[in-house]
């Protein structure tokens, strides 16, 4: 880049998948506020100014509840089920990447594993971003506690600017928990 020319506005976006429907299907609140960054903050007229760094996390099964189905015989069986993870994340960026590149703006996607809070907070160290935008389900103070809640995490500690859109209240399920 010349010198003087600033460069495009670097907006990380923190997605998941939908706690109803599962991968490939974003969650109700990271889409929500996916469509609100072009909509309100991108706009139609401004792609070249701006760059999306879409991040998903994913979460490692602690209880290793998922693989009970799996027989593991040898070292690839470990390996195959690691990858079979993964390629379930692509699919939920390929969603994002998918809207960026129809509209034609910039980005870039990318997975993490380890504990959502964490690792957006040290993505958003190591890269810097102009805004780091996230969803919410706004749940209140007892089902904060229960299940916790990432948006309030990084909107304290993320070391950048934090746009949280808040789910809307017609867009809430049954459960407010799930996304
Ligand atoms: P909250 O309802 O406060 O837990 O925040 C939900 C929002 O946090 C989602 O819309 C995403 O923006 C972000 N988020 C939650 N889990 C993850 C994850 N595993 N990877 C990336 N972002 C996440």
């Not at 993505?123 to 706004?138: A, F, M, N, Q, T």
């Amino acid at each position: 880049m010349e010198q003087g020319q600033v460069g495009p506005t670097r907006i990380v976006i923190a997605v998941n998948q939908s706690s109803l429907k599962g991968y490939p299907h974003p969650s109700i609140s990271s889409s929500n506020a996916f469509e609100w960054a072009l909509k309100k903050l991108i706009r139609s007229t401004r792609h070249k100014d701006f760059k999306l760094y879409i991040l998903h996390v994913q979460v490692p099964d602690e209880d290793a509840f998922n693989d009970v189905d799996s027989i593991f015989a040898c070292p690839d069986d470990f390996k195959d089920l690691k990858n079979r993870e993964k390629i379930k994340g692509i699919h939920l960026l390929e969603y994002f990447v998918k809207r960026c590149n129809e509209i034609g703006l910039a980005c870039e996607a990318w997975i993490k594993r380890g504990n959502p809070n964490e690792v957006i907070c040290n993505e958003v160290k190591r890269l810097h971003p102009d805004i780091l935008v996230v969803g919410s389900r706004v749940l209140n103070q007892l089902e904060k506690v229960f299940v916790g809640t990432v948006s309030e995490f990084c909107s304290k500690h993320a070391d950048c600017p934090v746009i949280v859109i808040k789910r809307k209240p017609e867009d809430t399920p049954q459960n407010p928990i799930d996304d």
